[in-house]
């Protein structure tokens, strides 16, 4: 009995190996975050995006997390291009990263390719374990 389940545990293993990557899973894997300029430099204004269905991993547990990343900036000479930043946002998926460390990634590569005027980055985690975690970074010129 035990060879036979061992058997069909080799069996599954090899067939995951086999398994064709999905296109969605491709464009996850190759995407870089991309801007365009900032056509409206007459005045200030702000951008917010939502990103409602933001999930990682836990670290310690290996459990997923799963939160609403707000992204607020104002433009100064560039702006995110939206697949890009959907894509980037869908590639932390499966890594394993602490909620603080995520929020503070993010807001570097935002800024790193936008430098902005001014973001903010507020990942607001569902509640695990009794409690609500929100955490909060900003950079400003």
């Not at 464009?27 to 005045?43: D, G, H, M, P, S």
């Not at 001014?118 to 950079?139: L, P, Q, S, W, Y």
Request: glycine residues 4%; positive net charge; hydrophobic residues 35%.
């Amino acid at each position: 009995m035990l060879d036979s389940q061992a058997h069909l545990k080799r069996l599954v293993v090899m067939a995951l190996k086999k398994k064709k990557e999905l296109y969605g899973e491709r464009a996850i894997a190759e995407n870089r975050l991309e801007r365009f300029e900032n056509r409206t430099k007459v005045r200030r204004y702000e951008i917010e995006f939502t990103c409602p269905e933001f999930t990682c991993v836990c670290p310690r547990s290996g459990f997923p997390d799963f939160a609403t990343i707000y992204i607020r900036y104002v433009p100064d000479q560039w702006c995110v291009e939206l697949k890009s930043l959907k894509l980037y946002i869908n590639g932390f998926r499966d890594r394993k990263v602490f909620h603080e460390d995520v929020t503070n990634e993010i807001l570097d590569d935002l800024v790193g390719l936008l430098n902005p005027h001014e973001i903010e980055i507020k990942a607001d985690f569902t509640v695990r374990g009794n409690i609500h975690t929100v955490v909060t970074a900003r950079h400003s010129k």
